[in-house]
């Protein structure tokens, strides 16, 4: 018997499962308990969380069938028929399970644990003020509240820049004064090439560029570019905002649709930019299916 889960779930079953996921649950203890059933692959994701899916269920299920580890790194055709003829002993992943079982927990632990300290803290001069601690959510959150202050603390600072019109034999234009020897930010986030903090200097500028002749001049110079890396899901997230205005979330659903329903995508949720070995003749393919 095969266990693979959905993709996408990563949140661990238990007994007390989800209602949405209960009656899952239910019908693969029902399957697993089959008498013509003699042994249990596990073919979740290739990772700790896909080990502590697993692991939760057959626990769940009291089992003591033997397990054997389905191991893909991709979902090319080749791979998981390579994949299904190399099955692992499950014994051989037990370190992994380990470890993901000991993240879950400790996320468990200090969550609880830090969510009590937390309210007790700031309920101690009257009333109950729940203040919720994470692993993730925690610094996640310290990092908006440090933006949020960021821009509370912002003053204004009032900076010039010198535009000029130009007139040439292809038309007029605008042009603006950019500063050559600028290095850089350094100390000062606000710092622009083009930005001048004394109006003294834009003054100055101007009155030693205003009514007088320039020569314009246009260099080119060669270059060579390695090809842009693969889209891992924060940047196909900013390009796809960037370019189309979507979300996030919407974004994700679309990369999760087409590597589910249309096998055109890797696995989206990696933070990986480069492909498995095995993709290799898979690309060549999909290469030589395009240019005809």
């Not at 060669?222 to 924060?234: G, I, K, V």
């Not at 055109?264 to 480069?274: A, G, K």
Request: aromatic share 8%; proline share 4%; with cysteine.
């Amino acid at each position: 018997m095969v266990i693979r889960p959905s993709t996408g779930h990563s949140t661990a079953l238990c007994a007390e499962a989800d209602r949405k996921t209960e009656s899952r649950l239910k019908v693969l203890n029902k399957l697993i308990k089959r008498k013509d059933v003699e042994g249990l692959i596990n073919a979740c994701d290739a990772g700790r969380e896909g080990e502590l899916i697993f692991n939760y269920i057959a626990q769940h299920s009291k089992t003591t069938k033997p397990v054997q580890r389905l191991w893909l790194q991709s979902m090319t055709q080749g791979a998981i028929r390579d994949g299904f003829s190399r099955l692992r002993p499950g014994r051989e992943m037990e370190g992994l399970g380990d470890a993901a079982v000991c993240r879950s927990e400790s996320d468990w632990l200090v969550g609880i644990n830090g969510t009590r300290a937390m309210t007790a803290f700031n309920s101690k001069t009257g009333g109950f003020h729940l203040t919720t601690v994470g692993r993730v959510q925690t610094p996640t959150l310290a990092i908006v509240v440090d933006r949020e202050k960021r821009i509370r603390e912002f003053k204004l600072r009032p900076y010039w820049e010198v535009e000029a019109s130009f007139a040439a034999k292809a038309g007029d234009y605008t042009g603006k004064w950019i500063d050559e020897g600028f290095k850089g930010k350094n100390e000062d986030e606000h710092a622009r090439a083009d930005r001048l903090w004394e109006q003294n200097r834009a003054d100055a500028i101007r009155a030693a560029t205003l009514g007088k002749p320039g020569i314009v001049t246009e260099e080119a110079k060669p270059e060579t570019r390695l090809s842009p890396q693969l889209f891992d899901l924060t940047s196909l997230q900013r390009e796809a905002n960037a370019r189309f205005g979507f979300s996030a979330k919407t974004t994700l659903s679309i990369a999760q649709a087409l590597y589910e329903k249309h096998k055109v995508l890797t696995y989206p949720r990696t933070d990986s930019r480069c492909l498995p070995e095995d993709y290799i003749p898979t690309v060549k393919g999909n290469i030589d299916r395009s240019n005809r």
